[in-house]
């Protein structure tokens, strides 16, 4: 059974007003993420993106279609709890989503709305501040950390519930350079060691190359999506509409747009290294 599942999903903000036609967010998305995929997700601004992660945590439930998580219908209300254990959001602003006054009694929250026993929480707590690396924070205040270290407190909170899916709603775009590195190797970690559903979305196409699968959203449909090599390699597409591509792919393009035939399913340095060393050889035996 796929861990999402959404079947001719939509969401239309403000339409319970009578008057209202509201504003289509999402259109009709039928989609299902497999256990252990790591998704990417990207798009414009205003593209539905949020909007998608919210209905996979049950915030929202959709106006038209269906979201099923593990096969359980967003919309039965005694499963919520179920399901926000099972799918754990991590938003943008790390202030805003974290509570506890010190760092390891912001991890304990979600456990504990969980009634799990404090025992148990324990254990958890100190297992998830470990897998982050933030095991030495653990009776810091969260207000003096970084953003990096305050996104990997939020993380382990997550993680404390041990949820079979972790959804980023751009969390890595107000990080600097070694935040969104460290961030982006921890849920490297956790999808494969844990075996963790990743569905990260984000602005930075560079993180969106390692990903099993990316799915590129545009007006509240799905534009593409497929493995990162070859939506990016349809640089056109990716460029109307209004995203940027890896930095290995941009390069390709431009050397294969002044005329030199190139493969640009690479996004790998190792492998574009070779396929210019290859072109440059076979200049040179042509002069
Ligand atoms: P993204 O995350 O890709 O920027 P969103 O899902 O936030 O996109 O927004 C999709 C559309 O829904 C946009 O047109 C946005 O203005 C609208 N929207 C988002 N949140 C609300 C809201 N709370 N009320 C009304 N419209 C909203
Ligand atoms: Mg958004």
Known sequence: MSIVKLENAGYVYGSSHPDNLGTRA???ISLEIEKG????????NGSGKSTFARLLNALLTPTSGTVLINGIDTRIEKSLWDIRSNVGMIFQNPDNQIIGTIVEEDVAFGPENLGIDPKEIRIRVDEALDSVGISEYAKSEPHQLSGGQKQKVAIAGILAMKPHCIVLDEATAMLDPVGRRE????????????GITVIHITHNMDEAKDADRVI???????AADG???????????IKEL????????ELLFEIDKIGY??????LDVDKAY???????????AHK
């Open 274 to 284: 070779s396929e210019l060393s290859e072109l440059l050889i076979n200049r040179e």
């Open 227 to 237: 493995k990162p090599e070859k939506v990016f390699s349809n640089v056109r597409m």
């Open 242 to 249: 209004g995203l940027d591509v890896p930095q290995v792919t």
């Open 216 to 222: 590129v959203i545009d007006k509240g449909n799905i």
């Open 37 to 44: 995929e790591f998704v990417v997700m990207v798009g414009r």
């Open 183 to 194: 961030t982006m190797g921890i849920l490297k970690r956790l999808n494969k060691e844990e």
């Open 261 to 266: 035939k190139l493969a640009l399913e690479v």
């Open 26 to 28: 999402l259109d009709s």
